[in-house]
């Protein structure tokens, strides 16, 4: 008898020893850099655990069994530290604007061109998309053209400062994306733009 | 004879158009051992270089990448980690379309992009025990036997 109950004990402890967790998945929403912290859906077989709030976590032992709790701060950086410290310079936007039916800057723009220079300068491999933009006076032909030369205007100015042209991508966008909407033939000089996103 | 040669030369002349299209980002960061295996070939995963849809990225004990994507989502993965591109379309104009990863062992942090700004829907991660869907923003993934 006691040999019996040596033995379910010992098989006890088997079961219970193949029930040790086959993964130790860990899911973690974290604080958005702009204040904004998203959402995250975890499903596993048909469980599933929405993660909204900063360092919501999911731990999923196996398939099918998804559980919600929370982390530190320091356990996420514990966790994930050189996958954190590997992740990419967040790509950056500038807006520059221009006189009106010229490609030429405005006194003010000017200026920000240097700091877009900087950005470029420190950034491994960068690309640069250059997209430019009218606001509505004009035909829209026109002003496909006029956006097209702001944004392949300001590739040139980044050549000839020294950006390699391959890195820089450009598009014309014309008065379809107005930052501030206005009936047509108005003039608006905050349309009157190109954004450089540097990468 | 001008009219029918025309769309032949322009069907000729946009195929490496299409091919270059596939293009979906860039590492940007590299450290110790990181490659990029492309049709059954592996290459080492240097600075600048193109990742496409069905590329898969793995690292080495000593090894982390970055990414960046062109639709702005960042994906850097840790030690010993494999990663694969599933799939990834972007619309510059429209900013629609759909990017899915499977990170199948190791530990990855998100940061989503333009595409899951656009649509909730248009961003999915994997792993071999779940499906992650984006609503937006920094997550982070581990994921494999935790004795690796």
Not at chain 1, 1 to 21: I, Q
Not at chain 1, 36 to 45: I, N, P, R, Y
Request: glycine share 8%; net charge neutral; proline share 6%.
């Amino acid at each position: 008898m006691r040999s019996l109950a040596g033995l379910a004990a010992l098989a006890l402890v088997l079961v219970a020893g193949c029930a040790k967790p086959a993964r130790d998945d860990l899911y973690v929403l974290m604080p958005g850099q702009e204040g904004k912290t998203g959402a995250l859906s975890v499903e596993s077989g048909g469980r599933e655990a929405v993660l909204d709030q900063p360092y919501a976590a999911a731990r999923v032992k196996e398939p099918g069994r998804v559980e919600a709790g929370v982390v530190t701060p320091q356990e996420a950086q514990q966790a994930f530290g050189p996958a954190l410290a590997a992740q990419p310079d967040r790509p950056s936007s500038f807006v520059l604007y221009f006189l009106e039916a010229r490609d030429e800057l405005t006194p003010e723009s000017k200026l920000v061109v240097g700091s877009i220079l900087t950005e470029i300068a420190k950034r491994p491999a960068p690309e640069i998309v250059v997209i430019g933009h009218t606001d509505r006076v004009g035909s829209v032909p026109y002003n496909d053209a006029l956006s097209l030369r702001r944004a392949e205007r300001m590739r040139d100015e980044l050549v000839k400062a020294g950006v390699a042209a391959d890195r820089i991508s450009v598009a014309g966008r014309g008065e379809r994306e107005p930052l501030v909407p206005t009936a047509d033939e108005v003039a608006e000089p905050r349309n009157r733009r190109v954004e450089i996103n540097v990468r | 004879m001008y009219p029918r040669i025309l769309p032949l030369t322009v069907l000729v002349l946009s195929l490496p158009a299409l091919v270059a299209a596939q293009e979906a980002g860039h590492i940007k960061v590299s450290r110790g051992a990181v490659q990029i295996e492309r049709a059954g070939q592996k290459a080492v995963a240097t600075v600048g270089a193109a990742i496409q849809a069905g590329d898969l990225v793995t690292t080495g004990a000593d090894g982390s990448v970055g990414i960046t994507f062109l639709d702005n989502s960042l994906l850097s993965a840790g030690p010993n980690s494999v990663l694969a591109i599933d799939r990834f379309a972007f619309d510059s104009t429209t900013h629609q379309g759909s990017f899915e990863s499977s990170l199948k062992r190791g530990t990855l942090a998100v940061v989503s992009g333009k595409l899951a700004k656009q649509s909730p829907d248009a961003m999915k991660v994997k792993t071999p025990a779940a499906v992650l869907g984006v609503r937006g923003t920094e997550f982070l993934v581990r994921t494999g036997d935790p004795k690796n």
